[in-house]
T-cell receptor, first 112, second 111 residues
């Protein structure tokens, strides 16, 4: 089945460590996105990529980095510079705009 | 970036009741979307609206794109226990990177 796969589902890290969240899609979508979700808030855009080898900062990019070496993959690295990294992270992809976002099932990151 | 104003924040209803929730914004949008999210999962698209005034149904769900392009509502008729979840609205002006989300309406349905 076509879809978006995020892994792992749960991730635990110590403060000061970088951590990379995986996102893979087989929908043949050009665009991919990373969102952060915190309780009681709407989704906030971290980074997005509209094409391979190109990506742009979203509203809350500080402390995060991404790469887009393949169309199918858009990994997110949460660096030690991110002040409050504990959150639920959602990856999404879409076809040519306007086109709804399709979401993965998320990764819950806990940093202690 | 601007977030949407979604209300109510939460609803506790009896099975069989109808539900209504809405989103408003001070900005106009070209597309309104409604998603449902269940615990530990990603949001799933329920309804997409692309034209001001458009009224679209998906089973027991009905959504409308406000004529001013600044609001949208979602109705659920005859609620059932599996309707439980968080419902999000999203507005899009141009590209998908411009999409804005409401904070969600948490729906609880009592059998």
């Amino acid at each position: 089945d076509g879809g978006i796969t995020q892994s792992p589902k749960y991730l635990f890290r110590k403060e000061g460590q970088n951590v990379t969240l995986s996102c893979e899609q087989n929908l043949n979508h050009d665009a991919m996105y990373w969102y952060r979700q915190d309780p009681g808030q709407g989704l906030r855009l971290i980074y997005y990529s509209q094409i391979v080898n190109d990506f742009q900062k979203g509203d809350i990019a500080e402390g995060y980095s991404v790469s887009r070496e393949k169309k199918e993959s858009f990994p997110l690295t949460v660096t030690s510079a991110q002040k409050n990294p504990t959150a639920f992270y959602l990856c999404a992809s879409s076809g040519t705009s306007p086109s709804p976002l399709h979401f993965g099932n998320g990764t819950r990151l806990t940093v202690t | 970036g601007q977030q949407l104003n979604q209300s109510p924040q939460s609803m506790f209803i009896q099975e069989g009741e109808d539900v209504s929730m809405n989103c408003t914004s001070s900005s106009i949008f070209n597309t309104w979307l409604w998603y449902k999210q269940e615990p530990g999962e990603g949001p799933v698209l329920l309804i997409a609206l692309y034209k001001a005034g458009e009224l679209t149904s998906n089973g027991r769900l009905t959504a409308q794109f406000g004529i001013t392009r600044k609001d949208s509502f979602l109705n659920i008729s005859a609620s059932i226990p599996s309707d439980v979840g968080i419902y999000f609205c999203a507005g899009q002006l141009g590209n998908n990177n411009d999409m804005r989300f409401g904070a969600g309406t948490r729906l609880t349905v009592k059998p």
